[in-house]
């Protein structure tokens, strides 16, 4: 199972695998829980990703930008870190 969830200090955490089955879900979710403040969200709780979990972190910078609200992610795990050096996208997903 995979989730987003908001925690007390407003931040997202991402719960689970980011794997092509479960990416739609937990990509709505996501969107679900933006608000138009920034947002920071967080990858710790993260145990399992592909390119997929990629495409998801993308498409959640497009939306913030739409939403006009600034996005980073923190504690990223190496593999989804070596998936976006890979595919040139590192810049665009600001890792903090």
Do not use: H
């Amino acid at each position: 199972m995979a989730e987003v969830v908001r925690n007390e200090d407003g931040q997202l955490g991402v719960e689970g695998s980011i794997t092509i089955d479960k990416v739609v879900t937990v990509a709505a979710q996501g969107v679900a829980l933006f608000n138009s403040g920034d947002l920071v969200i967080d990858l710790a709780c993260v145990a399992e990703v592909d390119s997929t979990a990629v495409s998801m972190l993308l498409e959640w910078r497009r939306e913030a930008n739409r939403r006009n609200c600034q996005l980073s992610f923190i504690n990223i795990p190496q593999k989804l870190q070596s998936l976006a050096q890979l595919y040139g996208v590192s810049d665009l997903m600001r890792f903090a």
